[in-house]
């Protein structure tokens, strides 16, 4: 995928947008409430009816607060859907927590992979840098850039919070690209909605869950050991780098501590994400198989 060669073609939207000061913003605000505009680019004439200078927000599909909801952009509503606090991080990084949630934006699959889409999810284990974004503003201007953090390809090129060839279309989906400088499809504007007030620390203590072995050698088979606070059905999947469906089978969790068996083929070797939902509770957690 060359993203350089459609660079002409956004070029004057591109301009238009740099000119405006409303896409400026100073320093991030731990706790803040923030909208993130997709820089430089309107909706065009893309939706018949619609105004076609409409800025594109990130926003969560529908405002769900459900795990592996997906992330794309969509015009400028005011909606909560629209809405993230960045939380500091002690590397100096952040995380995006959609508002009125315990939902965090990161890759489906927690995938570092160049094309890898977003989604929102539950809180991951402290030190696991699958839902950090290291925000910088590299020309100073308010065009920032969000950078996955230990993502860096074979090459050592991080990837980027990115819109597919910046797109100017509502509901085009967020991935994750090689940094290429490609601002308008790279680089988003921040308008802070309210200041902090407390940093909230979601944790998910309904429902915990531990893979072991981690990693697990050659032949070798996971269990899970889950922590849940109430008796019930769990339905349990495990998903490749992808975010592909690899493997799913219900159980039934008590209140207190399960282990539970990962029934089905074996893995090949890789890196996979498994997650337990149990009625309106998921959590997630990597599995290594050598």
């Keep these: 995928m060359t993203k350089f060669l459609l660079f002409g073609s956004v070029l004057t939207v591109f301009l238009a947008g740099a000119t405006t000061s409303a896409w400026a913003q100073g320093a991030i605000v731990n706790g803040g409430t923030y909208k993130m505009t997709h820089y430089g680019v309107l909706s065009g004439n893309t939706t018949p009816g619609a105004d076609p200078n409409l800025p594109l927000c990130l926003d969560v599909d529908a405002n769900l607060a459900t795990a592996g909801t997906s ?51 539950v809180l991951l284990p402290t030190g696991d840098d699958s839902q950090r974004w290291l925000i910088t503003d590299p020309n100073g201007n308010g065009r920032y850039k969000f950078t996955l953090k230990n993502s860096a390809n074979a090459a050592g090129v991080p990837q980027v919070l990115e819109i597919g060839f910046a797109s100017n279309s509502p509901g085009a989906r967020v991935n994750l690209w090689d940094d290429n400088g490609f601002e308008t499809a790279q ?26 072995p981690n990693p697990a050698g ?58 337990v939902h149990q009625g309106e509770f998921t959590q997630q957690t990597r599995l290594v198989q050598q």
Excluded: C
Aim: glycine content about 8%; charged content about 20%.
């Design 71 to 121: 992330i794309g952009q969509w015009v400028d509503n005011g909606n909560d859907a629209q809405r993230f606090i960045f939380e500091l991080q002690t590397d100096g990084s952040y995380k995006l927590r959609h508002k009125g949630t315990e939902m965090y934006v990161q890759s489906v699959a927690l995938s570092k992979t160049a094309g890898a889409q977003i989604e929102q999810n």
């Design 218 to 275: 050659p032949g070798q088979r996971f269990a899970l050991r889950v922590e849940a606070t109430k008796t019930g059905t769990a339905e349990i999947e495990v998903l490749d780098v992808l975010g592909k469906k690899i493997h799913r089978q219900s159980e039934i969790l008590k209140a207190g501590s399960s282990v539970v068996s990962l029934r089905g083929p074996q893995l090949a070797a890789g890196l996979y994400v498994v997650r």
């Design 187 to 212: 680089r988003w504007g921040l308008t802070l909605i309210t200041t902090a007030t407390a940093t909230k620390a979601a944790s998910n203590a309904a429902l915990k869950t531990q893979a072991y």
